[in-house]
């Protein structure tokens, strides 16, 4: 297993690379263009001092390995530092700087971590603890009036776009009935009882939102794979040497279900870092997923980079954590 | 001793001054929270030209001079407006004189000297620093401190209106000692000082989270004692303008909200829960078709739409340009798509108002019957399938603009208008930051113009139009030999109009000048060098418990917000 594990990390690397010269590549590209939200009032000369002020007039591929060089180097020894407090050379140099902000574009993400983990992990946590129960009571009661609500409930959730169930949540309990505030509020710092609640209160909704999603998706995957297991052969003995239904159902069966389950849920979670670009858009959550948008409607072209190898490197770790989990669970699987 | 004597008496001089209107206390009115649904980047103007940013920093950083609701110049950092009678111009038009307010501080407590200007001038000139509004600094030769309070701009040539450096909210102070490692090439790097300027406006940043909020404090050294009437503001981005108008009009979570870029019967709607009411201000924006005076047929390649494919084979006959300037009804474009956000318009030039010229409006009336006999005079013959056509040209044109709800529908209407004196148009759209990119290598800008007419809305900042009637002059056309650069996007050529543009810029008086500038609008319209559609406003949102808000379409919208307060 441990080669195993080497072997696929060192096969990463390249992966990324390529992953990372594909994206330079396709966003320059696109059309879109870093000044086109400044006003039609700056003269076309300025214009042309802006582009080569933000190293737009250099050659595509000295412009990529200049980033790969801040990204793989210099951000790295700049995290080196801040942690041990040493100066590595001169301690000056180049880090990857968004063109919008004119700032370094990993302390954007630091400082965006926190709202999207909060928001968008909760949701997807919340996402998990509900769909498994749900799935498995769907599976065992095939057909039932549970199955039957369990999966219009799913579907509607599945299928209904979040920029829908948002803003008529916000239209219900913002607008009408004054319940939750609208827009989320990311200076709140949970000191007291009083602040907590505020805070609970400005995630209900954009939580609620992304776990009917989550539940919805993930509940599926349940209830198909218990189904699939409930009528193996295994069952049907178990069940003859009279073992209790509760064990059959919980050990036997959820056990050996879990197995594709616990797949799905690991490659969901880049998707975690990644954001709900939607919702924290509705929301104003303004976590990475607003962050990638507003770069990318910008065409901040070094965050959109930085941002979506962030999330191919995670991609690629979270496959290789599902594969190895994957065999960790279920026995019959060896990779050596 | 003396030198003593004249600060006391100055500080007495600005305490009687401020005394007297001091009927609020400062920072009594809790916190203000202010929603822009384009989140704010940085708070250096210089660093990014956009208008969220030049708002937002114009509460922290000033100006020597800015403009009121009206348009007129009024001194902030300044004593008073120099003037070639006060003085303060210089006769031959080549320098003017500005003198500080006396006892002026940083919010540091540090005081303000006329050398911050001059470093803020070396700032945005400096090579390699990419400077958002070099512009406004342009034809500057020198900046220089004459004395601790006096700054004197010189110019290369005679500027008839030499209120430009230092003027309006994209041109403002900032502090020498906090930027001056900042220069050129490191401008970018200096993260702290852009997010955080120390200014002399009557809020201090508290915290800037980039692209998300910004926690303002009232300003302690602020000039004014009794101001800013609120301790702190918060000014929240992101979402999209309905939910802004949303959040101030219907659920008064926040109390000032700009930009409501939102069809006029929702926004009506949203005024109806009584929380909140819209302000509107007029400014120099035109929403406009251009229309292409040069060939754009696909098969000229690389030459369409330059001045070698030649002119245009239909839109170069004057009858067909007018026809379809008198075919749109504007009334009901601006009452479908702009609300109280728009006006209609026949001038290109439609503010301030001394400039704004009233013999131009016959397009202002659809008059379909007229259009239509227009064309037919020319030789423009209907075929079989109800379009126009003359010597195998069909009148076929293709429409772009960027994409967009109100242009689309704009767009629909326009098509159904021109249907009606047998023009035929094919409408396209095309993403807004391709199509304001500017990237010489997209096909999509409207720079290049690769269609027959195009829609979109310019402005121009301050309130002297010589620089953007300028822009209409035949050197001024973009072309692949300049980059595709140049603002004559309509490719209009005339020199009467090129002589007119040279003697204005030679004329100082303004009831002269203004006479200048209407006639090159006139010119403009009389050609149909485009169609003006609606002169747009600005519209905003604030709470109803929100006081002093003077809707400001000539400079940062938030120009005043020292003067707000809570409604008691």
Request: aromatic share 10%.
């Amino acid at each position: 297993m441990f080669t195993y594990t080497l072997r696929r990390l060192l096969f990463a690397i390249p992966t990324l690379l390529i992953i990372s010269f594909i994206i330079f590549a396709l966003l320059d590209l696109a059309p879109s263009d870093p000044l086109s939200d400044l006003p039609l009032t700056i003269p076309p000369e300025v214009r042309a001092q802006i582009r080569d002020a933000m190293g737009l007039d250099q050659p595509f591929l000295i412009r990529y390995l200049k980033w790969l060089h801040q990204f793989f180097v210099n951000e790295p020894l700049n995290i080196f530092e801040q942690i041990t407090g040493l100066t590595v050379g001169t301690g000056e140099r180049m880090r990857v700087l968004s063109w919008a902000t004119r700032s370094p574009v990993v302390d954007l993400i630091v400082q965006r971590l926190p709202q999207t983990l909060w928001v968008v992990g909760l949701s997807y946590l919340f996402g998990v603890l509900l769909a498994i129960p749900i799935g498995v009571v769907s599976a065992y009661k095939q057909y039932s009036i549970f199955d039957q609500i369990g999966t219009f409930v799913s579907m509607v959730g599945y299928s209904v776009p979040t920029f829908f169930t948002g803003v008529l949540l916000i239209v219900i309990f913002s607008s009408y009935l004054q319940w939750f505030p609208s827009i989320y509020d990311t200076n709140l710092v949970v000191r007291d009882w009083g602040s907590f609640l505020a805070q609970a209160k400005q995630m209900f909704l954009p939580v609620l939102v992304l776990t009917l999603y989550n539940t919805s998706q993930i509940s599926r995957f349940v209830r198909s794979s218990m189904l699939d297991n409930l009528h193996q052969d295994y069952v049907r003995t178990a069940r003859a040497k009279g073992v209790k239904e509760k064990v059959v159902l919980l050990v036997h069966v959820l056990r050996n279900s879990l197995i594709p389950v616990v797949t799905v849920i690991a490659l969901g979670v880049p998707t975690i870092f990644s954001g709900a670009i939607i919702t924290e858009q509705i929301f104003r959550v303004n976590g990475l997923g607003q962050l990638l948008i507003t770069a990318i409607q910008g065409a901040d072209i070094p965050l959109v980079q930085t941002l979506t190898f962030i999330f191919a490197f995670l991609i690629v770790l979270f496959n290789l954590i599902a594969d190895v989990l994957y065999g960790i669970l279920d026995p019959r699987i060896r990779y050596d | 001793m003396q030198k003593l004597r004249i600060l006391l008496a100055a500080s007495v001089a600005s305490v009687a001054l401020a005394g007297t209107p001091a009927l609020a206390e400062r920072g009594t009115d809790g916190d203000l929270k202010i929603l822009f649904w384009q989140a704010v980047s940085t708070l250096n103007p210089y660093l990014s030209g956009g208008t969220k940013e030049v708002y937002s920093s114009s509460m922290v950083i000033e100006p020597l001079a800015r403009y009121d609701e009206t348009g007129t110049l009024v001194p902030m950092l300044a004593a008073e407006i120099p003037t070639v009678e006060n003085g303060g111009v210089a006769a031959d038009l080549k320098s003017i004189t500005w003198k500080l307010k006396p006892d002026l501080k940083w919010s540091d407590g540090s005081a303000v000297t006329a050398d911050d200007a001059v470093f803020t001038w070396k700032y945005c000139t400096a090579p390699d620093g990419g400077c958002a509004q070099a512009a406004y600094y342009e034809g500057v030769t020198n900046v220089e401190a004459v004395d601790a309070s006096t700054i004197k701009v010189s110019f290369s040539e005679a500027k008839p209106y030499p209120y430009s450096a230092f003027v309006g909210a994209q041109s403002p102070i900032i502090q020498a000692a906090q930027f001056k490692d900042c220069m050129g090439a490191k401008a970018p790097e200096c993260t702290s000082a852009n997010f955080g300027p120390i200014g002399t406006g009557p809020f201090v940043v508290k915290e800037f989270k980039p692209n998300d909020v910004i926690t303002f404090e009232a300003n302690p050294n602020y000039r004014d004692p009794a101001k800013p009437a609120f301790a702190t503001a918060t000014l929240k981005g992101g979402g999209d303008a309905a939910s802004a108008a949303r959040a101030v009009l219907e659920t008064g979570e926040f109390d000032y909200a700009w930009n409501m870029q939102v069809e006029p019967e929702i926004l009506a709607t949203m005024v109806a829960a009584g929380k909140g009411k819209l302000v509107t201000s007029f400014g120099t924006q035109v929403e406009r078709i251009d229309v292409n005076a040069f060939a754009v047929d696909p098969s000229l390649g690389d030459k369409r739409s330059t001045k070698e494919a030649g002119p245009h084979p239909a839109l170069s006959d004057p009858a067909v340009r007018k026809a379809l300037s008198l075919a749109i009804d504007r009334d009901i474009i601006d009452e479908a798509g702009y609300g109280e956000a728009g006006q209609p318009t026949c001038n290109i030039l439609p503010a301030p108002d001394i400039y704004k010229s009233t013999d131009v409006d016959w397009c202002l009336k659809q008059d379909i019957d007229a259009a239509n006999k227009l064309l037919d005079d020319a030789g423009w013959a209907k075929g079989s399938d109800g379009v126009r056509a003359k010597d195998g040209v069909r009148l076929s044109f293709l429409f772009q603009t960027s994409t967009n709800s109100v242009r689309q529908a704009s767009q629909a209407l326009i098509k159904d208008m021109w249907a009606q004196i047998g023009v035929e148009t094919e409408l396209r759209n095309i993403a807004a930051n391709v199509f304001f990119g500017g990237d010489p290598a997209s096909p999509d800008t409207f720079q290049k113009f690769y269609a027959d007419v195009q829609m979109y809305t310019n402005n121009f900042d301050g309130t002297d139009p010589e620089k953007y009637m300028a822009g209409w002059m035949c050197d001024k056309i973009p072309s692949p030999a300049n980059g595709w650069q140049g603002e004559n996007i309509v490719r209009y050529c005339n020199a009467d109009y090129d002589k007119l543009v040279v003697e204005l810029g030679k004329t100082a008086k303004l009831e002269e000048r203004a006479s200048i500038a209407k006639k090159l609008n006139d010119m403009l319209t009389n050609d149909v060098a485009q169609i003006p559609l609606i002169h747009r406003g600005s519209v905003s949102s604030h709470s109803v418990t929100l006081e002093g808000v003077r809707m400001n379409a000539w400079d940062s919208e938030l120009w005043n917000v020292a003067d707000w307060s809570r409604k008691k």
